[in-house]
């Protein structure tokens, strides 16, 4: 079965809309770009029924392969905090007959670049191979997922780099604001545990463990693919069946419950040496399926999302010059959704940055945006989406993140006209639920911010990851 | 650096290059046929302007970056810091487009934007859609000599790029010995400064000190354009000539006279306590010729061995530290050619726990000294050969990456030619030459290693240093 989507068509008319604006300077223009053959997002299902999502490229003789696993590090138990992703680092450090240096040679030897990774809720991967070398490729990708060996020595290797990354995150204090962050708002729940684990669980991981962990989570009816190359239906069948094909049909996922973040109204403080301190606030958010999503992805933008005009960044960075960086982001996990804003200033000022995220979070919730910053947010993210799949790689990422949120393969043309849709309204009431909520907030540092307020010195333990970005818009 | 060209033309930019419209007064010609649409193009302006252009028709977006060829290495003594400050200060504003109209316009159109400061160059890009090319040209010319900077805007600024410092050094104690190691490494050359300067210069940087360096080295004539993207030659030309042609050039725009290094001759050492420091490590810089300064073959036989000892894996260094004496949890090398002057060629290492750091520099030492006596196997010389190769392809998929690597070549002094042959020279490299490499510019009297510790060691245990 095959589904066609055009997607790159529907790229140039957002950004023929965004060019209506009269910003041109001088009387010069670059025409638009002109309708094209329709590069396509295809459906395949493999003779195996293995379902992937590939979008042909005939230009650069590589292919991008991106593909994920449900089930990442919440489907590890506390006591093994760190085991996906260990497991993540294992799979290329030997498999089915070859060693972890006969492994590596052959990937360096035919240039092959091959990568895994975990997150709260996915194990994910990417392949990247020069066309020429492609079945040695697939070959290699075939035995990390289907025969890894987790020998003792690769093992301990890997736990011993593990362990040395713990121990510097252990004085890092945006890894401290993260871990506390994440270890009071979700205090019982799989989420409350750092992905990369802690100084004392990563040392208890057994091979038996990482064995289990790829037994229970590598399975057909989980896996997301995505591929880029120059290769048609018919073929990309056949590689998914070569790659995957042998995988287990079921996975073995433990139920993990949906949560909302708790403790939400405090503030958390831990005491580090340190000249610049760590500010993170965060509440709830919005699920991707929510009706209002879209409208609380472009209120994010407005408020700290990625540009130089947020509000944000124009009263925190330019007006006061209290950060290098300030941001906010909607965070739309399996089990939980967030909003979650932060900072990195001096000691001495941290309270005041704290001070101003927090009432320009209130005063985004009292009056929410102008109709002029509505605007100009909807144009920017209808403009820019097309750098979203501007090279192989990020298109194969693309296709796998949209599986996962399960969108619909048609969501590439839908997408633009969803921020379209989006009205004032809108924004001002998803601003009024999620912004005017009580939120939990941290603070790492030393000083007045961090001293006054019964302050729990940084223990010698392990800092959460960022949580994986699934960008939702 | 290295990448590679001979694309081939696809039915998809055959059907975007001709069927392109003309919108708008055009004072530019309409696009040629679409046969040699792949080819990168070169070419200078009458005010000295060098525009490079990257065709790559699959998404109708580009990259549009202007580099200008000074950086860090051309600031005056006393004020470290100052060409990126300024780098920050350009986003406040021109007489015609006050302070943060180039940023809302992107902001509106849905353009990326940023900006970044080396020792040899100073680079502004945005991503757009193809059709605001024009656009952000008008803003870069316009910031190119009228930026307008006021005390209420360079003040505030100054704390931010304080805080840039806190994060990226002052927070990090890597970063804190890797400063010590280049101040130590470099006894003449200005590369010995941090590019985002030290800190008690940065605290006293003035709106008079940024525009003062402004006007000596922002000029049409001492820079770089870079398209890269849905775009052909003839469209970027005629765009450039209309926008950028009209910049006056400068005529005494500011020479690169900078101080050379003397021959190194002594083996250095630089040890860094910092109580955050949870892991201890080590990092060796030994002074090597860059690429645009380096004898035939040497700047890639200086990759090639980088790419040997430390990159990846399969690398000697690796294997040694990591695999074989199990002394170390993590070794590498790193080899940056893309620089004026005399470059670095690093080493680090991070120790196991249980090993010292004198104990784990020793072992170092071996495996280069085996290297510079034995040389390289064909089947080391082989794999590095190819994923140098390789890495030019991969680059092809990326239009930032490209904009970034031609920019970077032009702005230290390399030329187009030089790039497109990389892979070429790459190739004619025998193990000779990267054994000789070894024997001539890793003698650790060219050295400095740099020991990071959470304490200083007490006075009983204090080590001789071998050398």
């Known amino acids: 079965m095959t589904v066609v989507v055009s997607m790159l068509r529907i790229l140039a008319r957002g950004a023929h809309a965004a060019a209506a604006l009269t910003l041109v300077a001088g009387a010069l223009a670059l025409p638009t770009a002109p309708a094209r053959a329709a590069t396509a997002v295809e459906r395949i299902v493999s003779p195996g029924g293995i379902e992937a999502w590939l979008v042909r490229e005939p230009t650069i003789p590589l292919i991008a392969i991106d593909f994920a696993f449900r089930g990442g590090s919440s489907q590890v138990p506390a006591n093994k905090a760190g085991l996906a992703s260990l497991a993540a680092d294992l799979l290329d450090e030997g498999a089915g007959d070859l060693d972890s240096r006969a492994f590596h040679e052959r990937v360096e030897n035919y240039a092959i670049g091959l990568h895994f990774s975990a997150s709260r809720d996915y194990l994910s991967g990417s392949l990247y191979t020069l066309a020429e070398h492609q079945d040695i490729a697939f070959d290699l990708l075939r035995l990390a997922l289907t025969a890894p060996r987790f020998d003792s020595d690769a093992v301990e290797r890997v736990r011993a780099q593990a362990l040395s990354g713990l121990r510097r995150a252990s004085m890092n204090p945006n890894d401290l604001a993260n871990r506390s962050w994440w270890a009071k708002a979700f205090a019982g729940h799989p989420y409350a545990q750092p992905v990369g684990g802690t100084l004392e669980t990563v040392p208890a991981i057994t091979a038996d463990d990482l064995k289990g962990y790829v037994h229970r989570a590598f399975a057909r009816d989980t896996l997301k693919i995505g591929i880029v190359g120059n290769v048609d239906a018919v073929a990309a069948g056949r590689i998914v069946d070569r790659i995957f094909g042998a995988l287990p049909a079921k996975a073995e996922l433990a139920d993990v419950s949906n949560a909302q973040p708790l403790a939400l109204g405090n503030k958390l403080t831990v005491e580090l040496d340190v000249p610049q301190s760590v500010v993170l606030v965060g509440g709830a958010g919005l699920a991707q399926k929510d009706p209002d999503f879209m409208a609380s992805y472009v209120l994010n933008h407005i408020l700290g999302g990625g540009s130089f005009t947020s509000r944000l960044y124009r009263e925190v960075r330019e007006a006061r010059g209290l950060a290098y960086s300030v941001h906010s982001s909607m965070l739309p996990l399996d089990h939980a959704a967030l909003f979650v804003a932060g900072t990195a200033t001096r000691t001495d000022r941290a309270d005041e940055a704290l001070a101003v995220i927090q009432s320009e979070i209130r005063r985004m919730a009292e009056s929410g945006p102008t109709q002029e910053e509505l605007e100009a947010a909807k144009s920017f993210l209808k403009g820019s989406y097309a750098l979203r799949f501007d090279t192989s790689g990020k298109i194969a990422s693309q296709l796998v993140m949209l599986q996962l949120a399960d969108l619909g393969i048609d969501y590439f043309i839908r997408r633009n006209s969803l921020v379209d849709a989006v009205t004032l309204d809108d924004v001002k009431r998803v601003a009024r639920r999620l912004l005017m909520a009580d939120m939990l907030a941290t603070v790492v540092g030393r000083g007045p911010s961090v001293a006054g307020s019964g302050a729990t010195p940084a223990p010698a333990t392990v800092p959460a990851a960022v949580p994986a970005r699934r960008d939702g818009g | 650096m290295p990448l590679t060209f001979c694309r081939a033309l696809s039915p998809l930019t055959a059907i975007s290059v001709a069927s392109a419209v003309l919108a708008g007064a055009a004072a530019w010609t309409p696009v040629r046929a679409a046969a040699a649409d792949t080819e990168i193009a070169h070419f200078a302006l009458a005010n000295g302007l060098s525009v490079v252009v990257i065709p790559d028709h699959r998404v109708p977006v580009i990259t549009h970056m202007v580099w200008y060829r000074v950086g860090s290495a051309d600031e005056p ?391």
């Open chain 2, 77 to 467: 003594p006393g004020v470290s810091g100052i060409a990126h400050f300024l780098e920050h200060l350009m986003f406040k504003g021109t007489e015609k487009n006050p302070s943060g109209k180039f940023s809302q316009v992107l902001a509106t159109v849905g353009g990326q934007e940023n900006a970044f400061t080396t020792a040899d160059y100073t680079g502004y890009f945005q991503r757009i859609a193809r059709e605001h090319l024009p656009v952000v040209m008008g803003f870069e010319a316009d910031r190119m000599t009228g930026l307008v900077l006021t005390n209420e805007n360079v003040l505030p600024e100054r704390d931010v790029v304080l805080e840039e410092y806190n994060m990226r050094v002052a927070n990090s104690p890597d970063a804190r010995l890797g400063e010590q190691v280049a101040a130590a490494l470099y006894l003449n050359h200005p590369y010995g400064r941090p590019v985002i300067g030290w800190r008690r210069e940065i605290e006293k940087l003035t709106r008079e000190d940024a525009l003062a360096f402004y006007r000596r080295f922002y000029a049409p004539n001492n820079a770089i354009v870079v398209v890269a993207g849905d775009v052909s030659a003839e469209e970027v030309k005629a765009l450039a000539e209309d926008i950028y042609g009209k910049v006056a050039a400068r005529p005494d725009v500011g020479v690169r006279a900078r101080p050379q290094e003397p021959d190194p001759v002594a083996v250095r050492h630089v040890m860094l306590a910092d109580p955050r420091a949870a892991q201890p490590s080590l990092q060796r810089s030994y002074l090597v010729p860059s690429e645009p300064q380096a004898g035939p073959g040497e700047a890639e036989a200086l990759d090639l061995l980088a790419h040997i000892l430390g990159s990846g894996q399969n690398s000697r260094l690796y294997r040694t530290l990591v695999e074989d004496k199990r002394i170390a949890i993590n070794a590498g090398a790193n080899y940056s050619g893309t620089s004026v002057d005399a470059t670095s060629f690093s080493i680090y290492a991070t120790p196991r726990p249980g090993t010292s750091l004198e104990d784990l520099e020793t072992a170092i030492d071996a495996v280069v000294a085996e290297v510079a006596d034995a040389g390289v196997s064909a089947a080391e010389l082989d794999r590095a050969k190819t994923r140098m190769i390789a890495d030019a392809v991969y680059a092809r998929d990326s239009q930032a990456t490209m904009a970034r690597w031609y920019g970077a070549a032009l702005a230290t002094g390399l030329t187009i030619e030089q790039v497109k042959s990389w892979p070429d020279r790459v190739r004619a490299i025998d193990a000779d030459a990267v054994r000789n490499a070894a024997r001539t510019w890793l003698g650790k009297q060219r050295s400095v290693t740099g020991y990071l510790v959470k304490e200083w060691p007490a006075k009983g245990d204090k080590k001789e240093k071998k050398s």
